[in-house]
């Protein structure tokens, strides 16, 4: 176990930088709803933390996905009256609570209701993590998201993961694994049950009460198996190529899942039995899934897709399709793949599985077609097993060449280390290592969707993913 690092009551004084991932429902579908499995796997379209001490008495909130910046004195935060945080050691945020932390981020009343979660989720998560500390931190925090909000892929989740890791490392709660050298680039498992608590009460605020599964997959990573509250990790599962298409349909998740409901209390023995099928369809998937631990094959895959096939059929018959889901299906069946919604349907996003072996001319037409409808598509993958990373190589500052990194390929001692950022960002922030870092690091800074610019750094990440040049989480156990 990590022990903390740095000097007694110091707090960090480096650039801290944080990423976690979002999650899709691989299976599982309103049948959770009512005791049935779910499978949520991680999902590698991330979220970016970078968290910057400084001395100008501020606390500075950057989100330039949605355009919000904010900051606060720090001076005046320290003279509140915090006692409604002395709850213990995780204070749980009631509503009470949610209405004083309102008053003392001095919101507009016509705040979009986005920012004002956000903002909220942080404010709450930064007094109660750091109000144990003589005097409350001085910040510069910029968060950046490649997860589209409110598609029903757990940004709001990975946020959370992204704030409450960084701020206990700041507070020196958990020590920061990649302090003055250190190679060993994670949590322990202590430290990560203590960020998912944290993330889970941020979580709350952005939500009311949620599961707790979408946390939970952006701490852990890998495939997480979810029923009537339990959570329980799928041992190993493999790292899926997929594409991620988002309809940009809205929906309305609860309304779904009312109409689920009426329909169950009209049918009953028409529609217990399909969520009984789509349990079934869980097992089996989990199943497999075990099964492709040590090398996956041919007519594993087969199967996959036949579960997606069967899911998606059973989803549309309890009533949450929609004719853009039936039209992706439609495009990538027409090309011999395989497509089911993901999350509450009526629209919102699906996900098509990339078997091995499919070349990348037919990946990218089948994007084409996709886009064409009017929808938004990413190739990503999905259940890559350790998803929340604190990250390495400051401006000018070569990364650690150690075991710490065992990245792909062979590591020739003549070789100069590769940078991290390579892996996560696709390049680093030292403009004399990786200018494709430095270019999203301006754009970080930039309060508005990254637009043309920030797809091309997508596109060129997701080249050297395809070339072997991943993270070195996906060689961790």
């Not at 701490?219 to 997480?224: D, F, I, M, V």
């Amino acid at each position: 176990m990590f022990k903390p690092i740095g000097f007694p009551g110091a707090m960090l004084s480096e650039v801290l930088l944080v990423s976690a991932p979002g999650k899709v429902i691989l299976h599982g579908e309103h049948a959770v709803v009512h005791g049935k499995v779910a499978l949520a796997v991680a999902l590698n379209l991330r979220t970016f933390l970078r968290l910057q001490p400084h001395g100008n008495g501020k606390v500075d909130l950057s989100l330039p996905n949605i355009g919000i910046k904010w900051a606060w004195d720090v001076a005046r935060l320290q003279l509140l009256d915090t006692g409604f945080l002395e709850q213990g050691d995780v204070t749980t945020p009631t509503p009470e609570l949610v209405e004083k932390l309102k008053e003392v981020a001095g919101l507009p009343d016509d705040c979009a209701v986005t920012e004002s979660l956000a903002v909220l989720a942080f404010l709450y998560l930064y007094l109660s993590i750091c109000r144990k500390q003589r005097a409350l931190p001085s910040l510069d925090i910029v968060v950046w998201s490649e997860l589209p909000h409110g598609a029903g892929l757990g940004s709001s989740a990975a946020y959370s993961v992204c704030l409450a890791a960084a701020l206990l490392t700041v507070c020196e709660e958990i020590p920061n694994p990649l302090k003055d050298g250190d190679c060993v680039n994670r949590w322990t498992k202590e430290d990560l049950e203590l960020i998912n608590k944290w993330a889970f009460q941020g979580e709350r605020v952005i939500h009311g009460n949620p599961s707790g599964v979408d946390n939970a997959v952006s701490t852990w990573g890998g495939a997480l198996r979810y029923q009537q509250g339990k959570i329980s990790s799928l041992k190993r599962p493999p790292a899926l190529q997929i594409l991620l298409t988002n309809t940009k349909v809205p929906r309305n998740t609860r309304t779904l899942v009312a109409g689920v409901r009426n329909r169950l209390l009209k049918f009953p023995e028409i529609v217990a039995p399909l969520l009984t099928s789509i349990d079934a369809i869980s097992l089996e998937c989990e199943r497999v899934l075990g099964e492709m631990e040590e090398a996956p094959a041919p007519e594993q895959y087969l199967v996959l897709e036949e579960l997606i096939d069967m899911n998606q059929h059973h989803l549309n018959a309890l009533g949450v399709g929609h004719a853009s889901l039936d039209q992706l299906c439609q495009v990538t069946r027409a090309r011999g793949l395989h497509s089911k919604l993901t999350g509450a349907g009526g629209g919102g996003c699906g996900i098509t599985l990339l078997k091995p072996g499919l070349e990348q001319p037919e990946v990218e037409a089948t994007k084409q077609a996709l886009t064409s409808c009017g929808f938004d598509c990413w190739e990503t993958s999905i259940g890559a097993p350790w998803c929340l990373h604190p990250l390495s190589h400051l401006p000018g500052q070569p990364s650690p060449a150690s075991p710490g990194w065992p990245l792909r390929g062979a590591h020739d001692t003549a070789a100069p280390p590769r940078c991290p950022f390579l892996d996560y960002f696709g390049g680093c922030n030292s403009p004399l290592c990786c200018p494709v870092g430095a270019q999203l690091l301006t754009l970080l800074e930039r309060p508005q969707p990254l637009g043309d610019a920030g797809r091309a750094l997508q596109s060129q990440r997701w080249d050297l993913q395809r070339h072997g040049l991943r993270s070195a989480s996906s060689e961790a156990s």
